[in-house]
């Protein structure tokens, strides 16, 4: 029952914060990322993220 449960949460596409496109991370709304070094095949970044239920916002240092 509990993997049922744990498939049923919500998964979204890792969007770049470069150039908008999907990466290759799938994220749950339950995931957790602090200080998560993102690379994007597209535009070939990486850029340091945090993310949490599902919002991807730049790695801020300072607030941590």
Do not use: G
């Amino acid at each position: 029952d509990e993997d049922q449960c744990q498939n049923n949460k919500e998964k979204h596409w890792l969007l770049c914060p470069v150039c908008k496109s999907k990466t290759r991370i799938k994220l749950r709304e339950d995931t957790v990322l602090e200080n998560f070094s993102l690379f994007c095949p597209k535009c070939k970044q990486e850029t340091l993220i945090d993310a949490e239920s599902l919002v991807v916002s730049p790695y801020n240092k300072s607030t941590k």
